[in-house]
């Protein structure tokens, strides 16, 4: 089945896989809200898979609860390839800080790591103090901070335990700063208040708030990565510029099904997922979002292997911070 899909053209006919499968519409529950990444990475993949399945693909967002709400949603569905997950890297982290019990590595089954993307800080170009020589300069934000210790604000989201909130840590005890961290659960409002100018600086992967650098609304002002981005190379590294030699763990989008999907259904969803994600137009897309930048892709075993090893290193993380931990 997966040989037959896998030289199918990009577009086939509905019922092509295993018993007919699929016949009607699949569904993908994206557990944040419309507008951040996720929504954007499962839209972008509903898009293309439709191509190859020949079958609407909807997404329906079920926001809430940290990442949680979308849980009965999706572990109530029938367990036949109509109904999929997506979810990230906090999938992770709520079960390694016993948040959730859902082990992402045993208990549900991945399709695809769809995009891989590193974390940056970013800062509203208009916000001249942090400017030098009409570029964004990462030495007057630390200055800034360590003159104003828990003072100077940063859009995020999510909670300590998050790839987000341990991130900060690490640089905070790195740089040996303090900042004030203020959520944002909707992407919109994170984003705005830092245009806006009601909050310092915004924590963010590039991917989501490409646009707005586009257009100049903000500009990356740290790459949380071991070298430059050659797309951003006013942007330092915590790597190269400042030998932080922590390699930090990076934001991952992922489709998951069911674990107790038929095997004959859940090797066709994942040769055609892979197919999707390889299509030219979807290609694009990723350029487009700056998610190129990393390799995206990750088979299900891959993502599988991904999730074990996170638990383990996440773990540590919380071990360390003094946090509830696996």
Known sequence: ????????????????GPGGFPKRQITIIVCFGAGGGS???ARAMAAASEKVLGVPVVVVNKKGAGGLACFPDFLGAPADGYTLLQHTDNLV????????????ATDIKPLLIANVVASQLFISPKDKRFISNGKPDFDKVLSYA????????????GTTESLEGVTMSKLENFFGIKTKIVAFDKP????????????DVLFEQVSDVRSFVESGDLAPVLSIWPKRFKAFPDAKSTGADYGM???PTVKWRALFIRKETPKPILDFLEAAMKKAWGIESHQAWL???????????????ETTEIARDEIETYSAA????GLPSR
């Open 1 to 16: 089945l997966v040989f037959a899909l896998l030289t199918l053209p990009s577009i086939v006919l509905a019922g092509d």
């Open 39 to 41: 929504d954007q990475m």
């Open 93 to 104: 982290t709520l079960y390694a800080s016993k948040k959730s019990d859902l082990n992402p």
């Open 146 to 157: 360590k003159a104003n210790p828990g003072k100077m604000t940063v859009a995020n989201y």
């Open 188 to 199: 919109a409002e994170r984003y705005g208040s830092v245009i806006g100018g009601r909050i």
């Open 245 to 247: 030699k922590w390699t």
């Open 287 to 301: 350029k487009k979002k700056g998610m190129h930048l990393l390799n995206s892709y990750r088979s299900s075993a």
């Open 318 to 321: 919380y071990r360390e911070l």
